[in-house]
């Protein structure tokens, strides 16, 4: 199901194509801007939220001849994003398919808009956005994510010692360093349990196989891992003694 932005300064035009794009079955939602000022400033606000947030877009059917920045303006821009949205253009002039082509358009649609031609450019962006995902989904269990200095890298769940909340964020720690992320706690809890990560707190959560030491102190108990030692709430005190004397064989 895909999440879409159509950005057309002639109403008229914008108002046809969302009702066509809305009538698609494989389409989830229809947005629409005036203009590639607002068109940028959604998409980024998309980029930055993640592909999981509602206000993600997946794809963005794009007129070429606007006032101030034109559509192929919007594509140079994007192209410097770090996960942009796809592109389909749909435009009344065909001189410019070479160009769209060699910014990595998915389709070019001519107008008038044929209900029959748009459905062939939704199935086109449905199949990258299915690779995509599949790619994401593959990688997923063994690497995350992050954003270093507009840059997606790749970090191996096995380098990573602990992930520490903050807010709606996590900040995963490693050996060479920090990386903050847009996944809460709990997903990551949920996700990487199998790879023997585990609860300590509401705020820390941490790979068994990197706690270096448990501390009991005066009734409370803390791990140390690396340099960091976190404290170990009072519910999650006896199910990690039990998993670590169970991984230890004691």
């Known amino acids: 199901m895909l999440r879409v932005l159509a950005v057309d300064d002639e109403e008229p035009a914008l108002e046809e194509l969302l009702y066509l794009l809305r009538a698609d079955p494989r389409i989830l939602s229809a947005e629409g801007a005036t203009g590639a000022t607002e068109a940028l400033r959604r998409i980024g606000g998309a980029v930055d939220a993640g592909p999981e947030d509602p206000s993600a877009i997946d794809v963005v059917f794009l007129d070429i001849h606007m006032a101030g920045l034109t559509g192929l303006d919007v594509a140079q821009l994007l192209a410097g994003f770090a996960a942009p949205p796809l592109i389909v253009f749909v435009t009344a002039h065909e001189g410019f398919a070479v160009h769209a082509f060699d910014l990595k358009a998915v389709d070019y649609v001519l107008k008038p808009v044929r209900r029959e031609r748009l459905a062939e450019a939704v199935r086109r962006v449905a199949e990258q956005v299915g690779d995509r995902s599949a790619s994401v989904h593959d990688a997923s269990a063994d690497q995350v994510a992050v954003e270093l200095a507009g840059v997606i890298r790749l970090v191996p769940v096995d380098d990573i010692a602990y992930a520490e909340a903050q807010g709606d964020y996590a900040r995963l720690h490693t050996e060479a360093?920090?990386?903050?992320?847009?996944?809460?706690?709990?997903?990551?809890?949920?996700?990487?349990?199998?790879?023997?990560?585990?609860?300590?707190?509401?705020?820390?959560?941490?790979?068994?196989?990197?706690?270096?030491?448990?501390?009991?102190?005066?009734?409370?108990?803390?791990?140390?891992?690396?340099?960091?030692?976190?404290?170990?709430?009072?519910?999650?005190?006896?199910?990690?003694?039990d998993l670590l004397m169970r991984q230890t064989g004691r």
């Open 177 to 241: 360093g920090s990386h903050l992320v847009r996944i809460p706690l709990t997903t990551l809890e949920e996700r990487w349990r199998s790879r023997g990560f585990v609860r300590i707190h509401r705020r820390h959560l941490v790979a068994l196989n990197r706690i270096d030491e448990l501390r009991l102190d005066a009734g409370s108990m803390s791990v140390r891992i690396g340099d960091a030692e976190l404290a170990v709430s009072r519910r999650h005190t006896r199910a990690l003694r």
